[in-house]
C-alpha cells in the first residue's frame, strides 16, 4: 500500500481511548481535575506513538498480489485474514478518493463480488496505481490473458449525462423530504422543551434531527455534485462528488430493478430520479436528476431493449379497488411488454419500476380477505438483488393470467439473455 496509509489506521487506538472516555462523561471528568500536567504529557507521549506503531504495523502487514485467476489481500496484525477474489466473480471497481486523499494524491478500490455483502478494498495507492490496477482487473474479468491484461489500458468512456450543479440544487428544495426534516428539525426541539425542560432531552432529538435534514440536503449535494454518467465497454461509469470524488461502474447485466422516480414538484419540470437494484453491488442511484426523455435514454443503455412506457400505457386497476385504498388506487398501474415487467405505485411521489423479464426469480399472487371480496389481487416479482416489486390490486382474473405468463416470459427471458461478463 502507499505509504500514507499508516495514517488511515493511526486513529483506531486514539478513538479507542476517546470511546471508554465519553462512554462515562463524570468519572472521567473527575479522573482528567485530579491528573497533573505532567502525567497528561507523559499520557500523550506513550499514546500517539503507540497509535503511531499500531498503523505502521498493520501497513505492514497489509498485502496484496494479483495471480492468473484471482485477487489475494492478506491483511491483520494479530489475527490473519486472507481473502481470495476470483477474477471472473468480481462485478465492478470503484475508484474512492476522500477529499484528503486527493490532497495527497491517492485513491482506494473497493471491489463488489458476486455472493458478498461487504465489499473488500485496497486503501491506499496512488491514484495512477489504482486507475491501472482497475483497468488490469476487469481486463482480467474480461477474459484477457494476464501477459497482456496490464496492456489493455482503461477502456475509453463516452459521456452520456451531466448534472448541472444549479439543477441538482433546485431539484433538492423541490423535495418534500428535505422540508420535512428540516421543519422537524426545527419544530420538535422547541416542543421538547416546553414539556420536558430538560437541555439532554432537546439535544438528544435535535442532533439526529438537525443531522438528517443536513443529510437530504446539503449532504446530498456534495455528495451528487458534477454528477456524469459516461458509457464505456466495462459498462456505465459514475464520476461524482464535490469533496469526496468517486468513480463508480454499474455493472453490465447485474442490474435487476430500475425505478424511475418522480417527486410532486419535480413535474411542471418533468424531472425524473433514476435508482437502481444491482445484484453484488451497492450502487443504487443512476441519475439524481434529469429530464425525463435523457433519463428514459441512460435507462435504454443500461437496459438494452428496453423502452420506458408512457403515461398512456399503464393500465389502473379497476375502479371496485376504491373499496380497498380509496384515492391512492389511482396510483398503481401496470403495463408488461415483451422485455419488462412495468409497475407504477405512489400518487404524489410517483415511482415506475421495470424489471426485465430475465431477471425475474419468482412470481407471487396473494390476496386477503377484503381483496378476496372486491375481486382484486396483488402480483409479486422477486428480484435477484432480494427486492420486490408489485402489481397493486389487479382485477383476480387478469391476476391470475398475469402470474402464468410472466413465468413463461422470465423463462422465455433468461434462455435468450446475454452473458453476465464485462466487455462482452
Excluded at 482487473?137 to 448534472?163: I, K, N, Y
Excluded at 439532554?200 to 454528477?227: H, N
Excluded at 438494452?304 to 385504498?325: F, I
Excluded at 425475474?360 to 381483496?371: A, E, H, N
Aim: aromatic letters at 6%; one cysteine or more.
Amino acid at each position: 500500500m502507499h505509504p500514507v496509509t499508516p495514517l488511515r489506521r493511526a486513529w483506531a487506538p486514539i478513538a479507542a481511548v476517546a470511546g471508554w472516555a465519553v462512554h462515562d462523561l463524570d468519572q472521567t471528568q473527575r479522573r482528567l481535575t485530579g491528573l497533573t500536567t505532567g502525567t497528561l504529557l507523559t499520557g500523550l507521549a506513550v499514546l500517539l506513538p503507540a497509535a503511531a506503531l499500531y498503523g505502521f504495523m498493520s501497513w505492514w502487514f497489509t498485502r496484496f498480489a494479483v495471480t492468473g485467476t484471482e485477487l489475494c489481500i492478506r491483511t491483520g496484525l494479530v489475527f490473519r485474514r486472507t481473502a481470495h477474489i476470483r477474477l471472473e466473480r468480481i462485478q465492478a471497481i470503484d475508484v474512492t478518493q476522500p477529499l484528503l486523499a486527493r490532497v495527497v494524491g491517492v485513491a482506494k478500490l473497493r471491489l463488489d463480488v458476486i455472493g458478498t455483502d461487504k465489499k473488500d478494498e485496497l486503501a491506499f495507492l496512488s491514484a495512477g496505481e489504482a486507475r491501472a490496477l482497475r483497468a488490469e482487473l476487469l481486463a482480467r474479468a474480461a477474459g484477457f490473458a494476464p501477459e497482456t491484461a496490464h496492456e489493455v489500458g482503461e477502456a475509453p468512456s463516452r459521456e452520456l449525462l451531466r448534472v448541472p450543479p444549479g439543477v441538482l440544487a433546485v431539484s433538492l428544495l423541490l423535495t418534500g423530504g428535505t422540508w420535512g426534516t428540516l421543519a422537524a428539525a426545527l419544530v420538535v426541539p422547541p416542543v421538547l422543551w416546553l414539556f420536558t425542560h430538560s437541555a439532554w432531552t432537546v439535544l438528544a432529538a435535535a442532533v439526529p434531527l438537525l443531522g438528517a435534514a443536513g443529510a437530504s440536503s446539503v449532504g446530498r449535494f456534495v455528495g451528487e455534485y458534477d454528477w456524469t454518467v459516461g458509457e464505456s465497454p466495462d459498462g456505465l461509469r459514475l464520476d461524482h462528488g464535490l469533496l469526496d470524488r468517486a468513480h463508480e461502474t454499474v455493472p453490465p447485466g447485474r442490474v435487476q430493478t430500475v425505478r424511475i422516480v418522480q417527486p410532486l414538484l419535480w413535474r411542471r419540470r418533468d424531472w425524473v430520479r433514476v435508482e437502481l437494484d444491482v445484484a453484488g453491488s451497492s450502487n443504487s442511484v443512476l441519475v439524481p436528476v434529469a429530464p425525463r426523455e435523457a433519463a428514459g435514454a441512460i435507462v435504454a443503455r443500461v437496459l438494452p431493449g428496453v423502452t420506458v412506457p408512457p403515461r398512456a400505457a399503464l393500465s389502473r386497476p379497476p375502479r371496485r379497488a376504491a373499496r380497498c385504498v380509496p384515492v391512492w388506487w389511482r396510483g398503481y398501474g401496470l403495463a408488461v411488454s415483451d422485455a419488462v415487467f412495468a409497475a407504477r405505485s405512489g400518487l404524489l411521489r410517483r415511482s415506475l419500476a421495470l424489471v426485465p423479464h430475465a431477471k425475474v426469480q419468482s412470481v407471487r399472487l396473494t390476496q386477503g380477505p377484503w381483496q378476496r371480496r372486491c375481486r382484486v389481487a396483488d402480483v409479486h416479482v422477486d428480484t435477484g438483488a432480494n427486492n420486490t416489486v408489485t402489481a397493486r390490486l389487479r382485477d383476480a382474473g387478469e391476476a391470475a393470467d398475469l402470474l402464468r405468463a410472466q413465468a413463461e416470459r422470465s423463462r422465455t427471458g433468461r434462455r435468450d439473455a446475454r452473458p453476465d461478463r464485462w466487455m462482452v
